[in-house]
Structures are given as C-alpha cells and as structure tokens.
C-alpha cells in the first residue's frame, strides 16, 4: 500500500492501546481492507474485519483471509449469527474487530456513507466495549467502486480519520429491540459520516442513502412499467376489431 498510495493519517491516538474495541468504518473501495489495516497496524493493533463468506474460497485472498483470523459472514443461513458470536467473543478477548456497518460498498452517488446494518451496534451493547468512528477516503480513487482495473497516476493520498469512541451510554441499560439497534446504529453511521466531512472538507447529505429504500423505489418503477406495458398491449389487441367495424384509424 506504501507503494500505490500517499498518507495522511489522523487520529491514531483515539485507537485504543488495549482492549477489545470495535471500528466502525465506511465502505467506498473493495482494496479498503487493505488500506485501513495498514493503518490499524501502524498503531499497534491487528483488526479483525467480518467479511462475506465466499470470499474465503477464493484463491490468495481466502488462504490470506483464513490465515489472519478474519470472520466469515454467512448471510441467508442458519450460520448467519455465528459471525456475531465469533465478534463478541474476539472483542472478549481484548481484540479489535473492524466492521463496515453499511454491508457493501455504498451505493451512495457521491461516495457518503450509507445507512447501516445493525451488527456492530449489537456486538458493542453487548460488550459495552468502545466504538471508534473510523472514515478514510483515498482508496476509491485508486479503485473506484465496481471498477475493475485500478487508476495508479496520479498517485492518490490515503486519508484516515479516527474519531473518538461513540457514546453509546444512554443505550446500555435498555432492552435490545430492533428500535434501539436501529437508532444506536444511526448514531455510530452519523458519528463515521462526521468524519468523512472533516476529511473532503464538505457536508454530506442531511438524508443519508438507504438502499432498501431505493429498491422498494426500483420495485415501484418496475411494477409500474409492466402495468404500462399491459396496458399498451390490451390496447394494440383492440385495434384490429376496432378497424374491421370501421371504427379504426
């Protein structure tokens, strides 16, 4: 990474000496594990990141992903929690855990991060363990999202800002619904986009982009077509008798 990009890193001093800690960090590049845990590693600490199981099967990246004690996530199975066991547990053990909480890349059109899933707000309420809001920025412009071929010139810059631990206190003590996963988990999301605005300089979106929104939107729009191409189609099978009783144009 020192070779491909620049650095400029900040806010190392809020990564925990000790101690088991989430990172919560957004999600623009798919060489973004790479580029963070060179960062991580240059504080001392070794992160542990949850990734999509198939990525274990492939090649090098698997054999490396094995050999570092990285968590599989086995998404739509009975083995979809055994991520979220094997967190709390590392968290339990004094280690570092880095989650992307929006899931995948973000799908957002100016690069901010995405509304998030809930898997790191419920592994740090039950380990009240500290949740540093991580944003780095860099890494896309050195492989953007989905590109498949990297841009190497100009050299790009890595930036990095750590921030300091989430205060999650006020959702300690409270029974652990999908409601307050959901707003500890927009806490932790707005906490990580605040980063990101000090690093580009500019304020994101007051909204932030959820996908499930924008499929449910996708869904509308196809339904809509299909009713529209019906409805063409009804129309054109009415033409033909409409003619033959010299009704037609």
Same mark, same amino acid.
């Given at each position: 990474?020192?070779?491909?990009?620049?650095?400029?890193?900040?806010?190392?001093?809020?990564?925990?000496?000790?101690?088991?800690?989430?990172?919560?960090?957004?999600?623009?590049?798919?060489?973004?594990?790479?580029?963070?845990?060179?960062?991580?590693?240059?504080?001392?600490?070794?992160?542990?990141?949850?990734?999509?199981?198939?990525?274990?099967?492939?090649?090098?990246?698997? =054999?490396?992903? *094995? $050999?570092?004690?990285?968590?599989?996530?086995?998404?739509?199975?009975?083995?979809?929690?055994?991520?979220?066991?094997?967190?709390?547990?590392? !968290?339990?053990?004094?280690?570092?855990? =880095?989650?992307?909480?929006? /899931?995948?890349?973000?799908?957002?059109?100016? /690069?901010?991060?995405?509304? $998030?899933?809930?898997?790191? =707000?419920?592994?740090?309420?039950?380990?009240?363990?500290?949740?540093?809001?991580? &944003?780095?920025?860099?890494?896309?412009?050195?492989?953007?999202?989905?590109?498949?071929?990297?841009?190497?010139?100009?050299?790009?810059?890595? *930036? !990095?800002?750590?921030?300091?631990?989430?205060?999650?206190?006020?959702?300690?003590?409270?029974?652990?619904?999908?409601?307050?996963?959901?707003?500890?988990?927009?806490?932790?999301?707005?906490? !990580?986009?605040?980063?990101?605005?000090?690093?580009?300089?500019?304020? =994101?979106?007051?909204?932030?982009?959820?996908?499930?929104?924008?499929?449910?939107?996708?869904?509308? *729009?196809?339904?809509?077509? *299909?009713?529209?191409?019906?409805?063409?189609?009804?129309?054109?099978? $009415?033409?033909? &008798?409409?003619?033959?009783? /010299?009704? $037609?144009?």
């Amino acid at each position: 990474m020192v070779v491909l990009l620049k650095r400029d890193w900040r806010g190392m001093e809020n990564i925990p000496a000790e101690g088991g800690f989430i990172a919560a960090v957004n999600h623009n590049s798919h060489i973004d594990p790479f580029a963070y845990a060179h960062f991580q590693y240059n504080t001392g600490r070794v992160p542990r990141f949850l990734a999509k199981s198939g990525l274990f099967n492939k090649g090098f990246i698997g =054999a490396a992903m *094995r $050999g570092t004690g990285q968590i599989p996530v086995y998404r739509e199975s009975t083995d979809a929690l055994s991520a979220f066991r094997a967190a709390i547990d590392a !968290v339990e053990r004094g280690e570092c855990v =880095a989650f992307y909480p929006e /899931g995948t890349l973000t799908r957002d059109p100016d /690069g901010w991060p995405m509304t $998030g899933k809930t898997g790191a =707000a419920r592994v740090a309420l039950q380990t009240k363990c500290p949740v540093i809001p991580v &944003a780095q920025w860099g890494a896309n412009e050195l492989l953007p999202p989905y590109a498949k071929k990297p841009s190497l010139l100009p050299r790009k810059t890595h *930036r !990095v800002l750590a921030g300091p631990p989430v205060d999650l206190d006020r959702f300690y003590e409270r029974e652990m619904t999908p409601e307050l996963l959901k707003e500890a988990t927009e806490v932790i999301m707005a906490a !990580v986009t605040r980063q990101l605005e000090q690093i580009r300089g500019e304020k =994101a979106p007051e909204t932030p982009y959820d996908p499930r929104r924008e499929r449910i939107e996708q869904r509308r *729009r196809t339904h809509a077509q *299909r009713r529209d191409e019906r409805t063409q189609e009804r129309t054109r099978g $009415g033409r033909p &008798a409409a003619r033959e009783e /010299g009704l $037609g144009t």
